[in-house]
């Protein structure tokens, strides 16, 4: 087990604490919000690296289904408390029949991931030829990097084993692992210490803490 699941084993148990908290709830807002605008309306899809299913609880609804898969088990213990339909892995859908996924996203997941490119290739040849496919990341440029940054300097259970990206990074992946990118959002466009957050969807910019993109 590597050190980075191994991080998200530990914290599993308050993880979604953060989303209780007052600038925390607005983060969690702001960051659905981004998705929901990004993802299909219908249809079945799958969000890599869904830990405790928070966001995946939220984004279902009758006309969409979202398939949890995450390498944490103690993570993906609380998504099926949620009744979320679950898998443990590594983002491998080759047990998922290749006309199954519509769409497919991940949230503050990149960060942690040894080989991107190779995950989105592995997506993009396990789903439907017309899927869509959403990273929502921490801006590097913004002041919520610098601050994750600093966090995960300072020893940070989770935070240490980061590495964060810019949006030229995060498209010229996309690009090497096949797909077109076909729109970029951010949000969380005020300052971390600010405890009022914007929440509005802006186009990408070095003050919006996370961006956002969709690729086809």
Not at 21 to 27: E, F, I, M, R, S
Not at 92 to 98: A, C, E, G, Q, T
Not at 132 to 160: H, P
Not at 187 to 216: C, F, R, Y
């Amino acid at each position: 087990m590597s050190d980075k699941i191994k991080a998200f084993n530990t914290v599993a148990g308050f993880y979604d604490d953060w989303y209780n908290h007052p600038q925390g709830k607005q983060v969690f807002e702001a960051e659905k919000k981004a998705v929901n605008h990004m993802i299909p309306q219908r249809g079945v899809g799958v969000e890599i690296g869904a830990g405790t299913g928070v966001f995946a609880e939220s984004l279902t609804t009758e006309d969409r289904t979202i398939i949890c898969v995450d390498p944490s088990a103690e993570m993906l213990r609380n998504a099926k408390e949620r009744d979320l339909p679950c898998i443990l892995g590594y983002g491998d859908f080759i047990s998922l029949r290749k006309s199954l996924i519509d769409f497919s996203y991940m949230i503050t997941v990149l960060e942690f991931l040894n080989d991107p490119i190779k995950l989105f290739r592995e997506i993009k040849d396990n789903s439907k030829k017309t899927h869509v496919f959403s990273v929502l990341f921490i801006n590097s440029e913004s002041s919520w990097g610098d601050l994750y940054r600093e966090i995960g300097a300072k020893g940070d259970t989770v935070f240490q084993h980061a590495k964060l990206y810019s949006i030229d990074e995060v498209s010229e992946a996309l690009k090497k692992a096949g797909y077109v990118v076909s729109d970029v959002k951010g949000t969380l466009n005020s300052d971390p210490m600010n405890q009022e957050v914007d929440g509005n969807l802006v186009e990408p910019n070095k003050m919006s803490g996370v961006l956002i993109v969709k690729a086809e």
